[in-house]
C-alpha cells in the first residue's frame, strides 16, 4: 500500500484521522503548505488534484513560479567531522562530494526499498513447499 498520491509532478501525503473519519494529507517536496481532504479515497483523490490545480491556477494568476518538488538539488546540514570524512572519502575513491553524497543515498534508499532478509526467506520457503 502505498502512503503517497501523485499528480502533475506533485507528490501528496495520505493519512487518515480515525476520530474525524477523513483522510487528508498535503503536498511534500515544497515550503508552500497546501492540503486536501476527503471522507473516502475518491473525494480525497479530488480534493488533492484540485488543490494542485488551484495552487498553479494561482501562479499563473499572480505571476509567480510554482515550487517544482523535488528538483534535484538541497542543502544538508552535517556536523563538520562528518563532512570532512565524506570530502576525504570522496576523493579517495574519485568522486566529487555530491556523487558521493548520491550514491550513500541511492544506496540506502535501495535497501529500505527491498525486502529484509527474513521477508525473503520466508517467500522462498513457502513457495518450495
Not at 500500500?1 to 501528496?12: C, E, K
Not at 494529507?25 to 515550503?31: E, M, Q, V
Not at 576523493?91 to 534508499?109: K, M, T
Amino acid at each position: 500500500m502505498s502512503s503517497y498520491i501523485h499528480y502533475r509532478d506533485y507528490t501528496g501525503s495520505i493519512e487518515f484521522s480515525e476520530e474525524d473519519e477523513v483522510f487528508h494529507g498535503k503536498i511534500i517536496g515544497i515550503k508552500s503548505v497546501i492540503s486536501f481532504a476527503g471522507d473516502s479515497v475518491k473525494t480525497l483523490i479530488e480534493d488533492f488534484h484540485n488543490a494542485v490545480d488551484e495552487y498553479l491556477e494561482f501562479c499563473t494568476r499572480n505571476g509567480k513560479r510554482p515550487e517544482r518538488p523535488f528538483k534535484g538539488s538541497f542543502n544538508i546540514r552535517i556536523q563538520p567531522g562528518l563532512h570532512r570524512k565524506a570530502a576525504l572519502a570522496a576523493y579517495a575513491r574519485g568522486l566529487s562530494l555530491n556523487a558521493f553524497v548520491e550514491n550513500a543515498i541511492r544506496h540506502n534508499v535501495d535497501q529500505s526499498e527491498a525486502p529484509r532478509m527474513d521477508e525473503h526467506k520466508l517467500k522462498r520457503t513457502k513457495s518450495t513447499k
